[in-house]
C-alpha cells in the first residue's frame, strides 16, 4: 500500500493548543447549525402537517425548491412526467426526505461562503460526499438495534468532515500541504494534518461543532469518525460514519479533497467501525454487506441531482 506522502512544515513544529482554539473560534459560526429549518421541522415532526403548508415554507427557500424539483426529478425517481409542481414533489419524496434536504442544504451554503475565501478546491465533490456519507449512515444506523427518535444520524454524517472547511480557511498553507498528498487510508491524512498542524480535521470540526453546542453525540462521533474504536458514550455514530464515509468513497463518489483509495469490499468488514456495528459473524456480515451493497448502487444518481 502506498505511504503517505507527509509535507515538512517551514515553521518546524505544529501549532500551539491555544492557538489552534484561537483560529478555530475565530472562523464564524454557523447559523444552520443552531436551527436547522426549525419552521419545516416543526412542520414535519407535527401530526396535522399537510403537504401543502410544507410545500408553502420551501417555497420561501429558492436553492431549497430548486434541489428539491431536481430530487424529485432525478433517473432515481423513474417518473415518467417532470414534475414542476412543489405540492407533488412533496408528496413523491416523503417526509423525511425533505427533513433531509432542509438540514443539508442551509448547512452546505453556509460552508460554501466560508470556503469561498479559502484555497479552490473540487468542494462541491466534497457536498456530494457529505450528503452522501449522511444518506448512508441513516441506513446503516437503521440496520443496527440503536433507536434514533431524531436527526442525530443524519446531521452527524453530513458534518462529518467540517473541520476540513475550517482547517482550509484557518490553517490554508498547511491545508494545500496536506491535500497535495497520497494516502492509503483516512488515518494517514490524519497523521499528516497533525505532523503539520497539531490538531487532525476530526479534532477541529469536533471543537468547532461544540462551540455551537450541538449534542454530545454529534460533536463525539465528528471526533472520532476515522477512530471509532476509541469513542467513550456513543460509538455506533462514530462507527456508522467511519464506515458509511469509506462506502460512499466506494460507490464512485469521493471525498473530493484528499486522494484516497476505496476499500474493496472485502475488506468493510476489516473496519474497526464494521466491528462494532455488526460484529465479526459470518452470517451477520453477509447480511450488512447486502443490504449495504442495495442502498449503495442508486446513491450516485441520486446525489447527482443533489448538489
Known amino acids: 500500500m502506498p505511504t503517505a506522502v507527509l509535507p515538512i512544515p517551514d515553521c518546524g513544529s505544529p501549532y500551539s493548543t491555544s492557538e489552534i482554539r484561537r483560529r478555530i473560534d475565530a472562523c464564524p459560526k454557523l447559523a444552520?447549525?443552531?436551527?436547522?429549518?426549525?419552521?419545516?421541522?416543526?412542520?414535519?415532526?407535527?401530526?396535522?402537517?399537510?403537504?401543502?403548508?410544507?410545500?408553502?415554507?420551501?417555497?420561501?427557500?429558492?436553492?431549497?425548491?430548486?434541489?428539491?424539483?431536481?430530487m424529485v426529478n432525478s433517473v432515481y425517481f423513474g417518473l415518467?412526467?417532470?414534475?414542476?409542481?412543489?405540492?407533488?414533489?412533496?408528496?413523491?419524496?416523503?417526509?423525511?426526505?425533505?427533513?433531509?434536504?432542509?438540514?443539508?442544504?442551509?448547512?452546505?451554503?453556509?460552508?460554501?461562503?466560508?470556503?469561498?475565501?479559502?484555497?479552490?478546491?473540487?468542494?462541491?465533490?466534497?457536498?456530494?460526499?457529505?450528503?452522501?456519507?449522511?444518506?448512508?449512515?441513516?441506513?446503516?444506523?437503521?440496520?443496527?438495534?440503536?433507536?434514533?427518535?431524531?436527526?442525530?444520524?443524519?446531521?452527524?454524517?453530513?458534518?462529518?468532515?467540517?473541520?476540513?472547511?475550517?482547517?482550509?480557511?484557518?490553517?490554508?498553507?498547511?491545508?494545500s500541504r496536506i491535500v497535495a498528498g497520497k494516502y492509503s487510508s483516512p488515518e494517514e491524512v490524519c497523521a499528516a494534518e497533525r505532523a503539520l498542524i497539531g490538531w487532525d480535521h476530526a479534532q477541529i470540526g469536533s471543537h468547532y461543532l461544540e462551540r455551537h453546542q450541538l449534542s454530545e453525540e454529534i460533536v463525539e462521533a465528528v471526533r472520532y469518525h476515522v477512530t471509532p474504536e476509541k469513542a467513550d458514550r456513543h460509538p455506533f455514530y462514530a462507527a456508522a460514519v467511519q464506515v458509511a464515509e469509506l462506502l460512499v468513497r466506494h460507490s464512485g463518489v469521493p471525498g473530493g479533497i484528499e486522494d484516497v483509495p476505496a476499500p474493496s469490499p472485502d475488506t468493510w468488514s476489516q473496519l474497526s467501525g464494521w466491528k462494532i456495528l455488526f460484529g465479526e459473524g459470518e452470517h451477520e456480515n453477509r447480511a450488512a454487506h447486502s443490504n449495504l451493497e442495495n442502498s449503495l448502487g442508486r446513491l450516485p444518481t441520486l446525489l447527482s441531482d443533489l448538489v
Not at 38 to 67: C, H, K, M, Y
Not at 138 to 155: G, H, N, P, Q
Request: aromatic share 6%; glycine share 4%; charged share 25%.
Open 80 to 175: 415518467s412526467a417532470k414534475v414542476n409542481n412543489i405540492e407533488e414533489a412533496v408528496l413523491y419524496l416523503g417526509l423525511r426526505q425533505i427533513r433531509e434536504l432542509s438540514m443539508a442544504t442551509p448547512v452546505i451554503e453556509e460552508l460554501e461562503r466560508i470556503s469561498g475565501t479559502a484555497t479552490r478546491l473540487p468542494w462541491r465533490e466534497m457536498w456530494r460526499h457529505s450528503i452522501g456519507t449522511a444518506i448512508m449512515t441513516r441506513e446503516i444506523l437503521a440496520t443496527t438495534t440503536l433507536l434514533i427518535d431524531d436527526d442525530t444520524d443524519y446531521i452527524v454524517g453530513l458534518l462529518h468532515n467540517v473541520g476540513k472547511v475550517i482547517m482550509a480557511t484557518q490553517f490554508p498553507e498547511e491545508f
Open 32 to 70: 444552520s447549525l443552531q436551527s436547522i429549518n426549525r419552521a419545516l421541522a416543526g412542520l414535519v415532526n407535527s401530526e396535522q402537517s399537510f403537504n401543502s403548508q410544507i410545500a408553502e415554507i420551501i417555497r420561501r427557500d429558492p436553492s431549497l425548491t430548486a434541489r428539491l424539483l431536481r
